[in-house]
């Protein structure tokens, strides 16, 4: 199973960014899709999460400023930042939560640096 990132960088504050994560290589069912974050000597730390049903949830400081979606036929998920601040700063990970019959598997993508600069 792979996860494939894209569109971290480097980005002035108060801007948007947009981070896409494709998944390949299982069709077991993604009850969960979403996206964390780490920043060096700190836990991995939830950002935005969605269901197979397309519920959002949202999570920490910037929760206000986030928008999550996902595409169920093409195993993707987005996630936007509206109004970037230099706290935002951290590696993204992409995250995936499959369900068959009694097992369930968390797998991760490789995560993407975004940066924000004043």
């Known amino acids: 199973v792979q996860l494939m990132e894209s569109g971290g960088g480097s980005v002035q504050a108060g801007g948007s960014l947009t981070l896409s994560c494709a998944v390949s290589?299982?069709?077991?069912?993604?009850?969960?899709m979403g996206w964390y974050r780490q920043t060096p000597g700190r836990l991995r730390e939830m950002v935005a999460t969605?269901?197979?049903?397309?519920?959002?949830f949202y999570a920490g400081p910037a929760k206000g400023r986030l928008s999550i979606s996902r595409d169920n036929p093409k195993n993707t998920v987005s996630l936007r930042i509206d109004s970037l601040e230099p706290g935002d700063t951290a590696v993204y990970y992409c995250?995936?939560?499959?369900?068959?019959?009694?097992?369930?598997?968390?797998?991760w993508g490789q995560g993407t640096q975004v940066t924000v600069s004043t």
């Open positions: 995250h995936i939560r499959t369900r068959a019959d009694n097992r369930v598997d968390e797998l």
């Open positions: 290589g299982t069709t077991l069912p993604m009850i969960i």
């Open positions: 969605i269901t197979s049903g397309g519920s959002p």
